[in-house]
């Protein structure tokens, strides 16, 4: 496999690298999900669909992807919406009602998304064991200290801390201050074990009860799942500092070489202002999908680099179903004329210049994985096939379902859907059209494109028999 995937790597200040996975062929990948406290938004969305798109194309491209999402399911933001929505019933089992409540939501959108699901999705009351023993090794290392009943990470011991968000300790100290009721060396120092407060969620530990600090469960699951060192960890730029900067220092605090590659995501904004129900414009994932398919809302976020910030707004998404209509309108036209459309990869001698679309869309997909040139590719398509329709070109059928073959690996990468056309058991009239297109390359010598024909009707179920008066076909019993 040609290695030509650059990413811009986070930990070396958005330089683009050359992608070099750890293992040949596989890809080790760990990407913050969600924490379970309320409907799943559009910003959700956005975070999930760059990295199911990445995950896609990694795949397309020959890699072997294990791919995981973690859950945060105890938290003060899942303890704080449990004490709202039910403040007469016990707090730990409310929490546990409001944890599985918002999960199965985000389950729910994800799925009506069409996003993947993920290979491992850890939950962080799964791992309080693991937890406990990974903030041990840290104490006994001298990097984390216990301080009534909680247990920080010590900054002043870790290396280099600082390098993902490119900041300097002194700079953070500065407009770092000590809450109340925390008992740090230093104001940076972060937790990662609370000590109990009554009625909530809490575990035996060597130091009390409590739960783990939020920073600790993502170096845990991570390690535990993919190994010490692996390749993408991804998130939200949002989370760049301070949780993935301490999952770094943690980590590597234990011994670990961790995430090679970081790949951070921009931030959507509602009308040029960041969603919040405050403000009433927290729009959810249900709200759009009631009025619109995935596929536009998965348009409209294909339209930014994953890296740029993205503003939402219902008038760009009335923009984006007019694109959409188009690739529609085509794809029906298409579907008319050939149905199914598998047989399409066997006519690339007659594909014309249909093929500088797919290199063009690698290229650059390759840089980064740049999906608003990408997504030109599948416009300037749209626009070629369009003219190819109305042309005399000799080959047009057979460039046209080549053209079908590039659209569908692309829209399979992005995740589409519009091109759920025709399948089943092939017509009479489709396999006469195939007949049709065999004996033109016959005639003009292409007798491997052929033969192609020929084995893929075998394989549908369609014999050919070349006789003195043509050719005849029969189905396999």
Not at 127 to 133: A, G, L, V
Not at 261 to 279: D, E, F, R
Not at 463 to 474: A, F, N, Q, S, V
Request: hydrophobic share 35%.
């Amino acid at each position: 496999m040609e290695n030509t995937i650059k990413i811009s790597n986070s930990l070396r200040r958005g330089e683009k690298e050359l992608l070099e996975p750890i293992n040949s062929g596989q890809i080790k990948m760990y990407v913050c999900g969600p924490t379970v406290y309320d409907e799943p938004h559009i910003g959700h969305a956005r975070s999930a669909y760059i990295f199911d798109v990445i995950r896609r194309y990694l795949i397309y491209r020959g890699y072997k992807v294990t791919f995981v999402r973690n859950v945060t399911d105890v938290d003060d933001k899942i303890i704080d919406r449990a004490r709202k929505e039910s403040p007469n019933e016990d707090l730990i089992e409310a929490v546990k009602k409001i944890s599985t409540k918002y999960l199965y939501a985000y389950h729910n959108d994800m799925k009506s998304l069409g996003i993947m699901d993920p290979d491992v999705e850890p939950k962080a009351t799964e791992y309080i064991d693991k937890m406990i023993e990974f903030i041990r090794n840290l104490i006994n290392r001298g990097i984390a200290y216990e301080s009534d009943g909680d247990v920080y990470f010590d900054i002043k011991k870790a290396k280099n801390y600082g390098k993902l968000s490119n900041q300097s300790i002194d700079k953070m100290e500065s407009g770092a201050r000590v809450l109340a009721g925390e008992n740090k060396k230093d104001p940076l120092d972060f937790a990662l074990w609370k000590s109990a407060k009554e009625g909530e969620p809490s575990w035996d530990s060597p130091w009390g009860k409590g739960r783990p600090g939020w920073h600790i469960e993502c170096s845990v699951m991570s390690s535990d799942i993919l190994g010490d060192r692996f390749d993408i960890h991804g998130g939200g730029i949002d989370l760049i500092f301070p949780h993935h900067e301490n999952e770094i220092a943690q980590s590597e605090g234990a011994g670990k070489e961790f995430a090679k590659y970081w790949i951070h995501h921009g931030l959507l904004t509602i009308n040029g202002q960041k969603m919040a129900k405050s403000l009433g414009n927290f729009v959810t994932i249900k709200e759009v999908l009631s009025k619109y398919p995935a596929d536009i809302l998965k348009i409209f976020y294909l339209q930014a680099n994953y890296s740029n910030p993205i503003d939402f707004s219902w008038e760009k998404m009335e923009e984006v179903k007019q694109g959409y209509e188009h690739i529609n309108i085509l794809m029906q036209k298409l579907d008319r004329l050939f149905g199914t459309r598998d047989i399409g990869k066997v006519i690339h001698g007659g594909a014309g210049d249909i093929g500088k679309f797919k290199n063009k869309f690698i290229e650059y997909m390759d840089d980064d994985f740049n999906t608003p040139r990408g997504l030109s590719v599948l416009f300037e398509m749209v626009k070629n096939c369009n003219k190819l329709l109305e042309s005399d070109e000799k080959y047009k059928n057979f460039i046209l379902n080549y053209a079908m073959d590039i659209i569908k690996e692309i829209a399979d990468i992005f995740g589409l859907t519009f091109l759920q056309i025709s399948s089943g058991e092939m017509s009479d009239d489709q396999i006469k059209f195939h007949i049709a297109a065999r004996s033109a390359y016959k005639k003009d010598k292409k007798f491997k494109e052929a033969d192609e024909i020929r084995k893929n009707l075998e394989e549908k179920g369609v014999i050919l028999e070349d006789t003195k008066e043509g050719t005849t076909w029969r189905r396999k019993l």
